[in-house]
């Protein structure tokens, strides 16, 4: 078993957004996805989707785009991103998923000698956007999220190589502390991968091993619109 990671696909099924408006290397980038996913996958992967899947706005709309997900090889995980405004309810979202999909919620799953546990995030302290009356509340409570999706993690499989999820970036470019990080360390996580940063945002990723937690940012422009392979 191999588990791969790959984020922000940007599907637009419903209402084609064409994504090469933020520059030609977008150009048929489900294709090039899709090519990687299909050369190294097996049925007993597991390929972890840390957000922003489809440009949908509702459950409906979105089913095109998740049925492409879900008809690839391999077990997916997919994890809620800022712009899925089509995720509802975890019933609602799990009504779309068939072919060893599964929506990551205040939950965690079991693959062989890792468990998988996350949440979306938000911006964090000390990021510039961040403003401290409209994202406090959002940042304080998507830590709560993960924290039930990490416990849930440790009580089902405690001894398990834990891989965290998360969409927005869980710190700065230099792993300053913050509620995020201190959770994935405080749970035990061996790796966090993210998404949401792209263009020249890439280049002030949090990358590498800070306080005993591997991070990687898993992006699809910033990972080449290849999977990245963790395990």
């Known amino acids: 078993m191999n588990i791969y990671a790959i984020g922000d696909l940007h599907l637009s099924g419903f209402m084609p957004k064409p994504m090469d408006v933020f520059g030609d290397h ?11 996913w299909l050369s190294q996958v097996g049925g007993d992967d597991v390929v972890l989707l840390p957000g922003d899947l489809s440009w949908a706005m ?3 709309e979105a089913k095109t785009d998740i049925s492409h997900i879900c008809e690839m090889p391999g077990h997916k995980v997919l994890l809620k991103g800022n712009h899925d405004y089509w995720w509802g309810s975890l019933s609602q979202v799990n009504s779309l998923l068939f072919n060893n999909a599964y929506a990551l919620q205040n939950n965690s799953f079991v693959f062989g000698d890792y468990v998988i546990a996350g949440t979306r995030g938000w911006l964090c302290p000390g990021n510039r956007q961040y403003n401290a009356e409209t994202d406090e509340k959002l940042y ?3 830590a709560g999220r993960l924290e039930l999706s990490l416990s849930h993690a440790r009580k089902t499989a405690p001894d398990n190589k834990l891989i965290g999820m998360i969409h927005f970036p869980p710190s700065d470019q230099d792993g300053s502390p913050t ?9 035990g996580a061996e790796r966090v991968i993210y998404g949401h940063l792209h263009a020249s945002s890439i280049k002030s990723a ?25 395990a």
């Open 179 to 187: 509620l995020y990080t201190e959770l994935f360390e405080k749970y």
């Open 206 to 230: 949090l990358s590498g091993a800070v306080r005993g937690v591997e991070y990687t940012l898993v992006s699809c422009d910033a990972a080449g619109f290849s999977l990245v392979k963790l």
């Open 26 to 36: 977008w150009n048929g980038h489900w294709d090039k996805i899709k090519e990687s």
């Open 140 to 142: 304080r409570r998507e």
């Open 58 to 60: 509702r459950l409906n």
